[in-house]
């Protein structure tokens, strides 16, 4: 689950709706080989999906794409 990668203060500051999407991103892309069974890069994961939604774009197709064929 996407916000026990959280801190307190960022999922107070995010709506239910940053909540869906991001759990939505996040959801899609750890089922992948290069994430399973590797609980360290499912942290990295999360933090970059956050760091995305918020700077760079929050849709979810776009993170996605981007999370998967990084330039």
């Not at 026990?4 to 089922?31: C, H, I, P, R, W």
Request: charge should be negative.
């Amino acid at each position: 689950m996407f916000s026990e990668y959280l801190l307190k203060q960022e999922e107070g500051a995010l709506s239910n709706g940053d909540m869906e999407v991001l759990e939505l991103v996040f959801e899609t892309l750890k089922v992948e080989n290069i994430y399973h069974e590797h609980p360290e890069k499912l942290h990295t994961l999360a933090r970059s999906v956050l760091a995305l939604y918020r700077h760079v774009s929050q849709d979810p197709a776009k993170l996605i794409q981007i999370l998967r064929h990084p330039s």
